[in-house]
């Protein structure tokens, strides 16, 4: 069962996920190997089935239900989404969410709040997040659904 507790962990990975994939491309790291393994443990992708809808996506490549699709718009780099700059490369050094609510229902915890990104150059933006969180037959929790959207401004 899915516990109020695991949904502020499940979060806190994501948000320091960020952070981290950030820290390691401007340490010269292997951005897209790490990048791959926080997808593996933090996504659905090698198990089942993730919708993924990014912040910065439209078009033809709005959603990205491919590990390869999530892995291009986190890093960048693959000329088969020519417009993904690499969201997650910017760095982006503290990474919080608040306004939280959610819904848990046995295995699952359905998630709505906002993100927070402040990155090395003093920027913020914020973010509609929903989530669904799994936690899978391994015991691991992972997203099996992730959009993300800019508040909408009138």
Same mark, same amino acid.
């Given at each position: 069962? $899915?516990?109020? =507790?695991?949904?502020? #962990?499940?979060? #806190?990975?994501?948000?320091?996920?960020?952070? !981290?994939? /950030?820290?390691?491309? !401007?340490? /010269?790291? +292997?951005? &897209? !190997? *790490?990048?791959?393994?926080?997808?593996?443990?933090?996504?659905?992708?090698?198990?089942?089935?993730?919708?993924? =809808?990014?912040?910065?996506?439209?078009? !033809? #490549?709005? *959603? &990205?239900?491919?590990?390869?699709?999530?892995?291009?718009? $986190?890093? /960048?780099? +693959? +000329?088969?989404?020519?417009?993904?700059?690499?969201? %997650?490369?910017?760095?982006?050094? =503290?990474?919080?969410?608040? %306004?939280? +609510?959610?819904?848990?229902?046995?295995?699952?915890?359905?998630?709505?709040?906002?993100?927070?990104?402040?990155?090395?150059?003093?920027?913020?933006? $914020?973010?509609?997040?929903? $989530?669904? *969180? =799994? #936690?899978?037959?391994?015991? %691991?929790?992972?997203?099996?659904?992730?959009?993300?959207?800019?508040?909408?401004?009138?």
């Amino acid at each position: 069962m $899915f516990t109020e =507790k695991m949904v502020h #962990q499940s979060l #806190q990975t994501w948000c320091d996920n960020v952070v !981290a994939v /950030g820290k390691v491309h !401007a340490d /010269g790291g +292997d951005v &897209r !190997a *790490f990048s791959e393994r926080v997808l593996s443990d933090n996504y659905d992708y090698d198990h089942g089935k993730v919708l993924f =809808k990014p912040t910065l996506t439209f078009g !033809a #490549q709005t *959603f &990205r239900p491919t590990k390869a699709g999530a892995l291009s718009y $986190f890093v /960048g780099g +693959d +000329d088969d989404f020519p417009d993904d700059k690499g969201f %997650k490369l910017k760095p982006w050094v =503290k990474v919080w969410y608040n %306004k939280l +609510d959610y819904v848990l229902h046995g295995d699952l915890a359905v998630v709505q709040c906002n993100v927070h990104f402040i990155g090395s150059d003093d920027s913020h933006i $914020f973010v509609n997040k929903s $989530f669904v *969180f =799994k #936690q899978c037959d391994d015991g %691991k929790v992972r997203i099996v659904l992730h959009q993300s959207s800019l508040p909408y401004q009138p």
